[in-house]
């Protein structure tokens, strides 16, 4: 089984920006359909975005126009930029491989990585 890992995760201050990197342990991710997703203590995780082949891209309403995701088929990973990050963006950030269901369930995915933290300090 495909194991992502996730990195970039920091801390940063409103107004800043970031940019995750999900790839896949011993091997590259491919043209897998990857979803990101986040934490924060005490809440459900919530979706982010998601990719679809090359660049067909979905995302939260919370987060559109702020981030965005794309491939590095150099690196065979994926990338999550994001930029004017506010103190609500602060969260475990996990990406995963679409399976089938909702875009936005997180039921609808597998191969969870361990997370990368972002901390939005005001």
């Known amino acids: 089984q495909v194991q992502l890992v996730e990195s970039g995760g920091r801390w940063v201050q409103a107004g800043g920006s970031l940019r995750l990197s999900c790839g896949a342990s011993g091997r590259t991710i491919g043209n897998a359909y990857i979803g990101w997703f986040r934490q924060a203590p005490g809440k459900e995780r919530e979706f982010v975005g998601r990719?679809?082949?090359?660049?067909?891209?979905y995302y939260a309403d919370s987060v559109k126009g702020r981030f965005t995701i794309s491939r590095d088929n150099a690196k065979g990973t994926v990338i999550l930029q994001m930029n004017s990050l506010k103190p609500e963006d602060t969260g475990r950030y996990y990406c995963a491989i679409y399976l089938s269901g909702l875009v936005y369930r997180s039921e609808s995915y597998d191969s969870w990585g361990q997370g990368t933290q972002v901390t939005v300090s005001s």
């Open positions: 990719i679809v082949g090359s660049d067909g891209t």
